[in-house]
């Protein structure tokens, strides 16, 4: 690392808390779930409904955020997409507060949410950009460290957010703190940005108009599928595993969370240690091998009892891992057209991160919570198929890399140079 270009390892630092505090907001809001349920007065569905909001949002700014990014560069994205999010977050949390009575609140809250939806989802796709020129840069494989940052955000939200409930911090507060906090680390932490499209690159790649194409480019569709696979995988995890595991197995519901929390750190770790793996064997091999990880511990926790479970959720959790990350380098691999075919794949992604879950809950009332799992295990089967498409160069193969590849693609042997 002591060749790394100091303006890349500023890049670096600065994604790595770009990402972290992406996980922490979100996971700010999460934490103050029960209260919007009991300050608005909602039941479960209509919770369900208000939480729609935020998918909305999201669904409508990703696509967008590569035709954005095109224009006015990651930078500026990713500031604006922070600036929805901090107008959003907060007029939730004064929704939420009971300075408001329930109807009205429900009103603040349901926009709030949508504007927060729309900008985290335009921060997450421009990071993810910015992330992917990082690793180009660097000729070594680094992305999955990245959403492993993100995870520690989460984890590190919902601390503080037990921390703050268990104090009687009120939720206007806790909201700000965390806001404020972003703001003074995110916006001059941005500024040591590598440039990626905006005027000052305008040059490098195809008219803003351009963008859309990408969502007619076959190998862009097959890796949004193999991590729409992936996606679906990890959100219906952290809806449903802790209720599988009471439902299905007799678990308290301490121990259902303490399994959740289980997956939540095999997947950290899967992403932390990912990336050596991928620089030795490449995409490929990786991606197929997480992939039977991810039916098996599926399998296991579906059809075992005692500790074996345990290690079901972790192999679960491993799986679960890299897809998403890889998917994010796979669609950048030509830097010229990387806004736009991780737009595509962003989207994707989190189309089945958001939908399925709740999708999932008809087959969980249809066949029990624990033996739904099983159609997880089953798409594993066509996400494999999905995975060539990730191949370094575009290639539909999981042939090894020529010496360019090597020297060049992150995520193939070339890390190792």
Aim: charged share 10%; aromatic share 6%; hydrophobic share 55%.
């Amino acid at each position: 690392m002591s060749g790394l270009d100091p303006a890349v390892r500023s890049a670096r630092n600065a994604t790595g808390w770009v990402f972290g505090l992406n996980g922490l907001c979100f996971a700010t809001w999460v934490a103050r779930l029960p209260q919007a349920r009991r300050t608005l007065e909602l039941g479960n569905a209509e919770l369900g409904l208000l939480l729609l909001t935020i998918a909305i949002g999201s669904m409508i700014a990703l696509p967008l955020t590569g035709a954005l990014i095109q224009r006015y560069g990651v930078r500026v994205t990713v500031r604006g997409g922070l600036a929805g999010a901090v107008v959003g977050l907060s007029a939730a949390a004064v929704a939420i507060s009971g300075l408001l009575d329930p109807q009205a609140g429900r009103v603040l809250a349901g926009v709030g949410l949508f504007a927060f939806g729309a900008g985290s989802g335009a921060w997450d796709v421009a990071m993810n950009v910015e992330a992917a020129e990082v690793e180009r840069r660097m000729r070594r494989t680094v992305m999955p460290r990245f959403h492993a940052g993100f995870s520690i955000g989460t984890v590190a939200g919902a601390g503080l957010g037990a921390a703050t409930l268990a104090l009687g911090v009120p939720v206007i507060a806790h909201v700000g703190l965390v806001l404020v906090a972003s703001v003074v680390v995110l916006v001059p932490g941005t500024a040591a940005f590598v440039p990626v499209g905006g005027p000052a690159v305008a040059g490098d790649g195809p008219p803003a108009a351009s963008v859309w194409r990408a969502w007619t480019e076959p190998r862009t569709v097959l890796i949004g599928a193999m991590v729409m696979s992936l996606a679906l995988m990890e959100g219906t995890a952290n809806d449903w595993l802790a209720l599988a595991l009471v439902d299905g197995h007799g678990f308290a519901e301490a121990s259902g969370v303490a399994g959740y929390a289980g997956f939540v750190a095999a997947m950290t770790t899967g992403r932390l240690l990912g990336p050596a793996v991928l620089d030795r064997a490449g995409r490929v091999a990786v991606l197929w091998a997480t992939l039977g990880c991810a039916a098996l511990g599926i399998v296991l926790v579906v059809t075992q009892d005692g500790p074996v479970v345990v290690l079901g959720i972790a192999l679960w959790g491993i799986g679960a891992s890299l897809g998403f990350p890889v998917g994010m380098s796979a669609a950048a691999d030509d830097p010229v057209r990387a806004a736009a075919r991780v737009s595509v794949v962003s989207t994707l992604g989190y189309a089945a991160f958001l939908t399925g879950p709740p999708l999932f809950g008809a087959l969980a009332d249809a066949f029990g919570t624990l033996d739904a799992l099983w159609a997880l295990a089953i798409l594993t089967l066509p996400a494999a198929a999905f995975v060539p498409a990730a191949a370094p160069g575009g290639e539909l193969s999981a042939r090894r890399p020529g010496p360019t590849a090597r020297r060049r693609s992150p995520g193939s042997r070339a890390g190792r140079g």
